[in-house]
């Protein structure tokens, strides 16, 4: 394998077994990404985007309709009744579009979350008084001071 052409040869099938398995990896990550709540939404549509651009490296085109879509099912199941809305709106949306009300409703969930945690408190309270087993007078929650 000293000439060129041999040499020519074995990297083009180098490449090639390395180009099919990496169409294959990018093809399973596409089908297996998911949106989750503990990250921003925007980062990780952000992400997918970036796999998504490496089908065009490899000569896969995918339908702008379709992208906004796979976004819109790819969403955490927590937005379940938002991606409903989304879905059954007769308008088509585009990637611009999308990331804009995902960015709005993002921002609108965190600033519930914040205001609802804020003005919500909790006051756990605990009587320190003796526990009378064997006294069947006394109510659950009363403390009896007769004795």
Excluded: C
């Excluded at 906004?68 to 989304?86: C, D, E, F, G, Q």
């Amino acid at each position: 394998m000293t000439s060129a052409m041999g040499i020519w040869t074995s990297l083009e099938e180098k490449y090639f077994a390395e180009k099919e398995g990496e169409d294959k990896f990018i093809t399973f990550k596409f089908f297996k990404f998911l949106i989750e709540d503990n990250m921003s939404i925007l980062d990780q549509v952000h992400e997918f985007l970036i796999l998504v651009s490496k089908f065009k490296n490899l000569n896969i085109k995918i339908p702008k309709k379709l992208l906004v879509r796979a976004i819109i099912t790819k969403l955490p199941s927590s937005w379940h009744n938002y991606k409903k809305k989304l879905m059954h709106t007769l308008k088509d949306f585009s990637l611009g579009q999308i990331q804009k009300h995902l960015r709005i409703k993002d921002e609108t969930r965190i600033r519930e979350k914040n205001l609802n945690g804020a003005s919500s408190s909790n006051v756990n309270y605990v009587d320190s008084g003796k526990n009378n087993k064997g006294n069947d007078n006394k109510r659950k929650g009363t403390w009896n001071s007769f004795k």
